[in-house]
């Protein structure tokens, strides 16, 4: 692979309670363990950073796709829900769940233009055969 962008990001503080931020200074927040696992809650966590960058790199694969057949992606939307688990070897593993809304778009067309962008979004080519991920169509 010939990098296009490379970006850094640096995380201080105890993991879960700590701070993150890029070093080009685009994001800074804190990061907090949320209440669902036992922690105080109050920042965002590495599942939702991650739920938002792949929401983000989806929607663009889509529009790039849609684009490519000259179909109007006007209001469109992906909504990711990721969810971390614990897996069978006592480890921890993400599943993610992209639900894509293209209103004016047949179903059938929509469908296969969701099918495409999975095909071409990095984060989907990242994570394709590590964790699961499911596609719908709103």
């Known amino acids: 692979m010939t990098p296009l962008y490379t970006t850094s990001a640096v ?3 105890d993991g879960r ?7 080009d200074g685009q994001l800074v927040t804190p990061v907090r ?3 669902e696992l ?9 599942e939702q950073l991650f739920a938002a ?17 000259k179909v109007d992606t006007s209001d469109s939307e992906v909504v990711a829900d990721v969810s971390l688990g614990r897996l069978p070897n006592g480890g921890f593993g993400l599943s993610a769940r992209l639900e894509v809304n293209l209103p004016g778009v047949d179903r059938a067309t929509a469908e296969r233009l969701t099918e ?8 989907s080519n990242a994570t394709r055969g590590n964790m699961d991920v499911i596609l719908s169509v709103a």
């Open 116 to 123: 495409q962008a999975h095909q071409v979004c990095p984060y």
């Open 33 to 35: 363990t949320p209440k």
């Open 53 to 69: 960058g792949y929401a983000a790199c989806f929607h663009s694969a889509l529009k790039i796709v849609a684009a490519g057949e």
């Open 11 to 13: 995380a201080t503080g």
């Open 17 to 23: 309670n700590g701070h993150v931020q890029t070093l």
């Open 38 to 46: 036992g922690g105080q809650g109050g920042g965002t966590n590495p």
